[in-house]
């Protein structure tokens, strides 16, 4: 078996960050391209997240949703949840048959609170995106690289399965 290391040096994994912000009612992802997934931080608040096979999954608490191959989705908020949130493409570099992508189920939600090193880089990257500082573009999108290995890392050393789904079931 590789390691992770192993593993990660295979691709040019990055993050884009792309939207950083308030939910509300709903923001829509189309499919995008093969070589890209979608990350989506929850800062606060209390959101729904629709996959386009009809599944549904209540988030309440700060969570990391991570669908590792395109899919089409939506993220719905009522105003006065006082949801933010921040997304990020997440580009592999390789075709439509990426073994790491591949080895996730469509959707993994993590609760933040899972694990302490996981919740310091979202705090991290909640800071840097939520402000206007110099740099913040080429920072948060590090930021989200690391969140990535963070969530890796989170994952093998618990050896969770990969339907994995934290304490979010679909609704």
Same mark, same amino acid.
């Given at each position: ?9 295979? +691709? ?5 960050? +792309?939207?950083? =912000? ?6 829509? +992802?189309? &499919? ?12 606060? =608040? ?27 989705? &939506?993220?719905?908020?009522? /105003?006065?949840?006082?949801? &933010? ?8 570099? *390789? ?8 080895? +996730? ?10 694990? %302490?090193?996981?919740?310091? /880089?979202c705090t991290w990257l909640f800071d840097e995106a939520f402000a206007e500082l110099e740099g913040r573009q080429l920072a948060i999108n590090r930021l989200g690289e690391l969140l990535v290995l963070q969530m890796l890392r989170h994952l ?13 079931? %679909? *609704?």
């Amino acid at each position: 078996m590789l390691k992770l290391s192993e593993v990660l040096n295979r +691709f040019n994994l990055s993050a884009q960050v +792309f939207y950083a =912000g308030d939910v509300c009612g709903t923001l829509a +992802f189309e &499919q995008a391209s093969p070589l890209e997934g979608h990350m989506h931080l929850i800062k606060q =608040g209390r959101l729904t997240l629709r996959t386009g096979d009809t599944s549904a999954y209540l988030i309440e608490q700060p969570s990391l949703v991570f669908m590792a191959r395109s899919q089409p989705h &939506q993220l719905r908020a009522q /105003v006065e949840a006082g949801t &933010q949130v921040v997304c990020a493409s997440i580009l592999y570099g *390789v075709g439509n048959n990426n073994p790491l992508a591949n080895a +996730f189920p469509p959707v993994l939600v993590l609760p933040l609170d899972e694990d %302490p090193r996981l919740a310091f /880089v979202c705090t991290w990257l909640f800071d840097e995106a939520f402000a206007e500082l110099e740099g913040r573009q080429l920072a948060i999108n590090r930021l989200g690289e690391l969140l990535v290995l963070q969530m890796l890392r989170h994952l093998v050393e618990r050896e969770l399965p990969g339907d994995h789904q934290g304490d979010h079931r %679909p *609704v």
